[in-house]
């Protein structure tokens, strides 16, 4: 049995997110939260709230056991683009690339 939660468009770039992510897969969900706790990049306070998701949902709707739950899937998509122009000298024109993501968790009770 496994539950799922995802956290779509969010303005953090993905590669930036999958520093966090790669940092707690396949980790205990309770060994988790501690490494978010103290890790201070600016992607982990997104990926805990949507650990903290999918451990409410596998609680709540499957009646799992939270003690028993580990991280079994983790990963970061990327989201649509904003493109933005940022004036520069002699008329010119750069592009800004705002690039945002979606976050998925999966969890699995550990037999």
């Known amino acids: 049995m496994e539950t799922r939660a995802i956290t779509k468009h969010i303005r953090i770039a993905p590669r930036k997110i999958r520093i966090v992510a790669n940092l707690i897969r396949g980790k205990k969900v ?18 805990a709230k949507t650990l903290r998701s999918a451990v409410a949902n596998a609680e709540h709707n499957f009646d799992m056991n939270v003690d028993s739950l580990y991280i ?40």
Do not use: C, N, Y
Request: proline share 3%; charged share 30%.
């Open 30 to 47: 309770g060994e988790a939260f501690a490494i978010l706790k103290f890790t201070p990049k600016v992607g982990s306070r997104v990926v």
């Open 72 to 111: 079994s899937e983790i990963f970061v998509d990327q989201d649509s683009t904003m493109k933005r122009i940022h004036p520069r000298s002699r008329g010119q024109a750069f592009k800004i690339l705002k690039k945002s993501s979606h976050v998925t968790v999966v969890v699995k009770e550990r037999a």
